[in-house]
């Protein structure tokens, strides 16, 4: 039997940890871990002078990090496994969904620089994923009592 788990695709923004949040409670009801999914590129306007020691991949795992402790302070949910890839966020989420039970993507992302957004990737997403996807929309933290994971 394949592993099960939901994919969320994390920018930072606050939809994204919404996001989160949504993941863990649906945890119950889907089933499997959270994969915490955060892509990057390099801007085109980067390709020949890019800045010195920026490095990308560094920045979405910072991404990912804090996303997780604003999205559950000190107490993470066991099961959940953080990934970058390189590439864009609508396309390596698509790809994630292949094996995924479920996607949950926030309604409108931003990056903490050019190349984490996650704008117009939720209704990319909607239209195009291999699974169920779930659009988490608004900014407010759920209720952290309220969690799957206590």
């Known amino acids: 039997?394949?592993?099960?788990?939901?994919v969320v695709g994390v920018d930072g923004s606050p939809s994204s940890i919404l996001a989160l949040q949504w993941a863990d409670r649906l945890r119950p009801v889907v089933g499997g871990d959270i994969r915490a999914v955060a892509a990057w590129q390099i801007p085109f306007s980067y390709y020949e002078f890019p800045p010195s020691g920026w490095n990308?991949?560094?920045v979405a795992e910072t991404v990912l990090s804090e996303s997780l402790t604003k999205a559950f302070h000190d107490n993470p949910p066991r099961?959940?496994?953080?990934?970058?890839r390189q590439g864009s966020p609508a396309r390596v989420l698509l790809e994630e969904s292949k094996t995924a039970q479920l996607l949950v993507v926030g309604s409108r992302g931003h990056g903490g620089f050019a190349g984490l957004l996650l704008?117009?990737?939720?209704?990319?997403v909607a239209e195009h994923a291999s699974c169920p996807v779930?659009?988490?929309h608004g900014a407010e933290p759920l209720n952290?009592?309220?969690s799957s994971h206590e």
């Open 1 to 6: 039997m394949a592993e099960k788990y939901i």
């Open 56 to 58: 990308p991949e560094e």
């Open 79 to 84: 099961g959940v496994t953080t990934i970058t």
């Open 119 to 124: 704008g117009s990737v939720s209704s990319t």
């Open 134 to 136: 779930l659009i988490a």
């Open 144 to 146: 952290p009592h309220e």
